[in-house]
T-cell receptor, first 111, second 113 residues
């Protein structure tokens, strides 16, 4: 079974402060992990995926298989980062592509 | 291509009525997914297609729900005999394959009164 846990429903930081959104997962095989973001009144959109090892809008995420985590980090938060963030997991098997989502973390960056 | 389109954006229906939603994916994407989202929760998987084949349907989904993707293009999701518990945002997404992640539509918000 696939499970994604985002332990923080709400996270608030000041502009310029570092931010870390936590994501833990449970999966018996090799996972593919994603972060999605939803800005106010916009559709859910892909932010980054672990397989590409990229930095998007200053955000990075490292897959830690030992701790089964995929935390999202940014060294200096900006007000425009305020949004809902979802972590998602997809398995690398015959059902690859079906993603399981966490319940999301609402990030608020205060001026 | 304007991305993933969903129609209608909002639907209010009386309990017991049938409703149908449509999703038009990105044309190059062969995978299409339906999810449901309620307040405070993440998207919950309903079903997905690869081309015209429905590969998986959630065990949580009752027999009142059915989805089709004729010719591997657009998809429809029908809910028969709607119940108040069906009130939710219904999201459609498409992808090239699993490792690229999803492109979502704006969703259809269903309210059952």
């Amino acid at each position: 079974a696939q499970r994604v846990t985002q332990p923080e429903k709400l996270l608030s930081v000041f502009k310029g402060a570092p931010v870390e959104l936590k994501c833990n997962y449970s999966y018996s095989g090799s996972p593919e992990l994603f972060w999605y973001v939803q800005y106010s009144r916009q559709r859910l959109q892909l932010l980054l995926r672990h397989i590409s090892r990229e930095s998007i809008k200053g955000f990075t995420a490292d897959l830690n298989k030992g701790e089964t985590s995929f935390h999202l980090k940014k060294p200096f938060a900006q007000e425009e980062d305020s949004a809902m963030y979802y972590c998602a997991l997809s398995g690398q098997n015959t059902n690859a592509g079906k993603s399981t989502f966490g319940d999301g973390t609402t990030l608020t960056v205060k001026p | 291509d304007t991305g993933v389109s969903q129609d209608p954006r909002h639907k209010i229906t009386k309990r017991g009525q049938n409703v149908t939603f449509r999703c038009d994916p990105i044309s190059e994407h062969n995978r299409l997914y339906w999810y449901r989202q309620t307040l405070g929760q993440g998207p919950e998987f309903l079903t997905y297609f690869q081309n015209e084949a429905q590969l998986e349907k959630s065990r949580l989904l009752s027999d009142r729900f059915s989805a089709e993707r004729p010719k591997g293009s657009f998809s429809t999701l029908e809910i028969q005999r709607t119940e108040q518990g069906d009130s939710a945002m219904y999201l459609c997404a498409s992808s090239r394959d699993g490792s690229y992640g999803y492109t979502f539509g704006s969703g259809t918000r269903l309210t059952v009164v």
